[in-house]
C-alpha cells in the first residue's frame, strides 16, 4: 500500500474540490438563470471533458500549460517552478478535466428554485449575499454536495490526465491510480489489490451519497411544488 | 416608508413582450388586473415590484419615483418596499413559517422581528402553526403565510399575483372573505393579478381589463361589466349574448334607443350617439333576461319580450344555465337562472316559452 500515493490524492481531491465549487455554483447559477448568446456553446464547452479521452485531454493541457506555452512561461516567470510535471499544474488539470461533474449538478440544482421563490426573496428586501446565504445556498446544498462527492472521487481515480500531465514522480505527483498500474508493472498485486479495494469502497460510498442526495433534492423540490 | 400613497403607472414596451398599462390606483383601493393566461398580467405585476424593466415609462408611488426610463432611474425590489404574494406564494420550503414571516423584516431591528412576525401570523389565522414548515401546510394556510409575510412588512403596496389560484373552492371562498375584511384596514393600494371575472366583481374598486399586453378598458367592476366599451371587453368578461341590431329611432332626452332584432324590436335604456338605420352590436348580460312562467304570463305587460324555444338547460349548483334560440331569428341565448325558478316555471329542453329582456341591461357596443 502506496501512502504516500493516497496522502497526494486526498490533497489532490481536496485543493480541487476547494477551489472548483465555488467556481461551479458561480457558473452553475448563471447558467441556470440567465439566457444569454452563445449559452448552448457553453454549455456544450462545460461538458467536453465528459466526452473527450482523458489522453487528449492530457496532451492539451501538456501543450497549452507547458513551458513553451503562455501561460507556463507566465507560470514560471511569476512563481519560478514550471506547471507541468508539477502538483499544481495537476490541480489545474483536475479542475478543468472536473468542471462538468461540478457544474452540472449545482446547475440542476438551481434550476428547480421555482421563480417565484427568487422573486419573494428579492421582494423581501433581502440583500443578494443573504438570498444566496439564507434561500439559495439552503435549496441548492445537495447539489453541491453531489457535486462535490463526484467531483472529489472523480480526482482520487484520475489516471489518463494525471499521467500526461504529470507523469510519475513520487510525492509530486504519482497519484493512488498511478501507484495501482506501477504495483502491476512490477507484480505487485498485493499492493495493487489493496489500493484498488480502497479506491472502489470509496466509489461505492460516494455514489450511494450522491443517489441519497439526488434523491433528496427530488423530495424537496416536489414539495415547492 | 410612504403610506396613504397612490401608485401611478404608465409604462409601455414592444418586445420581448408587448405590453401597455397606464393607470392609477389609489391608497386603499383594490385594482384587478384580470385577462387570459399570456396576455401580460404577470408581467405587469413584475414591472410594479422591479423585477421586470420596462422599456419605456414612469412608475411612482407617492412621492418616490420607482422607475423612469426618461430620467434613468430604477429603484430594486428591496428598494421599492413592497409586500408581493407570488403566484405559488413564494415560501421558502426550508424555513418555518415564523422564519418565512421574519425573512420579509430585514428592515427592522432584529429584537422586534419575531413579535412582529407571530402577531402577523395571528392576523391571518395561523394560530399554533409557526413552527411548521410550508409542505406540512394546506394550500389554504399556505397562502395566508404568504400574505402574512408580504403584509408584516408594512409595504408601501400590496401585490397580489392570482392569489386564489392554488387552493380549492372551499378555502377559495373562505379566503374572499378575509382579504376583504383586511381590506377594510390597509391604507396601500393593493393591485391583484386575476383571471377570473367574479374574483374581481367580488373584491375589487376598481378594475382594468389586459389582453395581448392591450389594456382594454379600466372602471369600477360592475360599470366595466355592464357597459363594455367594445366587443372584446365584452367577450372578457364572459359576456355571450353579443348579437347584431339595427337602429330604428332614437330619443337622446329620455336615454332610449330603439332597435331591431331581425323583426322584433328591442328598446335599450342608452342612447349613445347612432344614426337611423345603422348597424350595431349590442349585448346583454346573462342576468338581463327573465323567463316567463307558462301558466301565470307574468311578462304580459314587459317590454322586449322574445318567443323563445328551450335548446337546454344545465344546473350549476344554486343557478342554473338556460340556453334558448329565438324563434324566427334563431339567435341563441344564454340565460342564468336560480335553479329553483327554473324548477317552478318548468323550464326543460324543448319548452317554447317567452323572455323579457331587461332594457337597462341592453347595452349598445361601440364599433371600431
Redesign the interface.
Known sequence: MDWQALLLSVKLSSFTVLLLIPLAIIIGRGLAYFQFRGKSWLEALILVPLVLPPTVIGYYLLVGLGNQSFIGGLAEQLFGQQLVFNFSGLVIASIIVNIPFAVQPIQRAYETI??????????????RM?IFL??EL??VWPGVLTALVLCFSHVLGEFGVVLMLGGNIAGETKTISIAIYDSVQAFDFDSAGMMSLVLLLFAVSALALTTSMSRRLGG?NA??? | MPHNADLVCDISQELPIPLAANFTCKAGEVLAVVGPSGGGKTTLL?MI???TIPKQGRIQCGDVLWFDSAEAVML???QR??????????????LSALDNVI??L??IPKSERKQRALDWLERVNLHGLPNR???QLSGGQRQRV?LA??LA?EPAIL?LDEPFSAVDRETRERLYIELARLKQQLSIPVVMVTHDIHEALLLADKMMLISQGKMLQQGQPFEVLSHPNDEAVARQMGLRNIFDGEVVEQDVERNMTWFKLGEELIISDSAPPLAKGQAIRWVIPNQGIRFNAISSGRLCKSINKLDVMIESVLVMGESSRVIASVIGIGSILNADVPTHLVEKLALQTGVQTTIALKSEQIHILNTP
Do not use: E, N, W
Request: proline fraction near 11%.
Open positions: 421555482p421563480i417565484d421563490i427568487r422573486d419573494a426573496a428579492a421582494c423581501c428586501g433581502m440583500s443573504r439564507k434561500v439552503p435549496m424537496l414539495t415547492q411544488r | 413584475r415590484a422591479g423585477l430594486t425590489p428591496q418596499h413592497i409586500g408581493y404574494m407570488p403566484q405559488h406564494f413564494g415560501l421558502f420550503p426550508h425573512a420579509g430585514d428592515h414548515l410550508p409542505a404568504a409575510r408580504a412588512r401585490l
